[in-house]
């Protein structure tokens, strides 16, 4: 079955610093990779995604994810943090690739604190 | 453009009782899924429905369940309640393939005592 491992549950990170967030699935076929933010007392919001074509994905609010097929990795990277960036961060994975099915496996969450 | 809807946003029930959640998607969106977030569990995928037919299950029991009506707003029962059932259920829209986004609502924040 396909998972998804995000390796740090918390990251702490000053304000303007860079940030990665890792995350590594466990599939060896095609998959569709996301990367969703969950603001405090809010829904998911899609940040970005992997579906096809260039390794490196640009998303919303400054942030992009590089799909690494060889090493199964997906993380998420921003150059510069802001304090509005404090959320917890989403990575999922479908492998099923039928045009009817919407199934997305998430990873357990990764909080970013930015500190001033 | 008016986002997806749920409601109610709390719930409070008690054990063995059952609830109905209710999500209303995008215009012109067919496809709603319902997540349920736990600290413990995470994010768990229940089903998803696309015109009035569920097309996928996650792995819940028969307790869960759902359905969609033709104006695609769908929505979500549970049945004889159990602690474990306290979660944030969330719904998602979208126009039904895999390659398209999902949008989330806010949220149906359920607690059982």
Sequence with gaps: ?116 | KAGVTQTPRYLIKTRGQQVTLSCSPISGHRSVSWYQQTPGQGLQFLFEYFSETQRNKGNFPGRFSGRQFSNSRSEMNVSTLELGDSALYLCASSLGDITDTQYFGPGTRLTVL
């Design chain 1, 1 to 116: 079955a396909q998972s998804v491992t995000q390796l740090d549950s918390q990251v702490p990170v000053f304000e303007e610093a860079p940030v990665e967030l890792r995350c590594n699935y466990s599939s060896s076929v095609s998959v569709y990779l996301f990367w969703y933010v969950q603001y405090p007392n809010q829904g998911l919001q899609l940040l970005l995604k992997y579906l096809s074509g260039s390794t490196l994905v640009k998303g919303i609010n400054g942030f992009e994810a590089e799909f690494n097929k060889s090493q199964t990795s997906f993380h998420l990277r921003k150059p510069s943090v802001h304090i509005s960036d404090t959320a917890e961060y989403f990575c999922a994975v479908s492998d099923d690739l039928r045009s009817s099915a919407s199934k997305i496996i998430f990873g357990s969450g990764t909080r970013l604190s930015i500190r001033p």
